[in-house]
């Protein structure tokens, strides 16, 4: 196992609804990143936080947000659910003293349902 | 933008076959690679990965890879696969100057079915 943990495991919605989902990283992690994977498709980067800021966005619009805590928890919030929200969204984290070289642990994910 | 392409979706072999399995990447700059292994029920987890230096790395578990520099190819490999090298893999890249944070982007991933 890796350390990290995510919550709920499985969650169910509707369209229009918003969601937070949460993650608890390794101790001592001070970067986590979020991944939404589609069915049949890999991860696919939504942000990364480094210290309790935002650093990077990949392709997805800003009613995705999250928190960084410095308990090394975080949360992934999505406003305005919609159909396409239908996903495994995983945590990684990692050190964050190289983002070049640092592994990311992967939690078990959350997968969310909207209806 | 970088992308990555896995060639084979699902692929099914006995116990004791070899393995490879195909990645490709676009970018034309200095890149990490990865590949990752996601067993069933587990965790996805790091399989092994490249940064720099012998472009053979050598994994976990047996598997080893190639980066191919001229062929943006870095190919996964096992000699003699085993039942429980059924899992699912993918190869991601992470082109390390996107503003000094980690943005990997990960392939579709490979289904592996290892029959006894």
């Known amino acids: 196992e890796t350390g990290v943990t995510q919550s709920p495991t499985h969650l169910i919605k509707t369209r229009g609804q918003q969601v937070t989902l949460r993650c608890s990283s390794q101790s001592g992690h001070n970067t986590v990143s979020w991944y939404q994977q589609a069915l049949g498709q890999g991860p696919q980067f939504i942000f990364q936080y480094y210290r309790e800021e935002e650093n990077g966005r990949g392709n997805f619009p800003p009613r995705f947000s999250g928190l960084q805590f410095p308990n090394y928890s975080s949360e992934l919030n999505v406003n305005a659910l919609e159909l396409d929200d239908s996903a495994l969204y995983l945590c990684?984290?990692?050190?964050?003293?190289?983002?070049?070289?640092?592994?990311?642990?992967f939690g078990p994910g959350t997968r969310l349902t909207v209806l | 933008a970088q992308s990555v392409s896995q060639h084979n979706h699902h692929v099914i072999l006995s116990e004791a076959a070899s393995l490879e399995l195909g990645c490709n990447y676009s970018?034309?700059?200095?890149?990490?690679l990865f590949w990752y292994v996601q067993y069933p029920g587990q965790h996805l987890q790091l399989l092994l990965k490249y940064f720099s230096g012998d472009p053979l790395v050598k994994g976990i578990k047996g598997f080893e890879a190639e980066f191919i520099k001229s062929k943006f190819s870095f190919n996964l490999r096992k000699p003699s696969v085993q039942w429980s090298d059924t899992a699912e893999y993918f190869c991601?890249?992470?082109?390390?100057?996107?503003?000094?944070?980690?943005?990997?982007?990960f392939g579709i991933g490979t289904k592996l079915q290892v029959i006894p």
């Open positions: 970018y034309g700059g200095t890149v990490n």
């Open positions: 991601a890249v992470n082109a390390p100057y996107s503003g000094g944070y980690q943005k990997v982007t």
């Open positions: 990684a984290s990692s050190w964050g003293e190289d983002f070049r070289t640092d592994t990311q642990y």
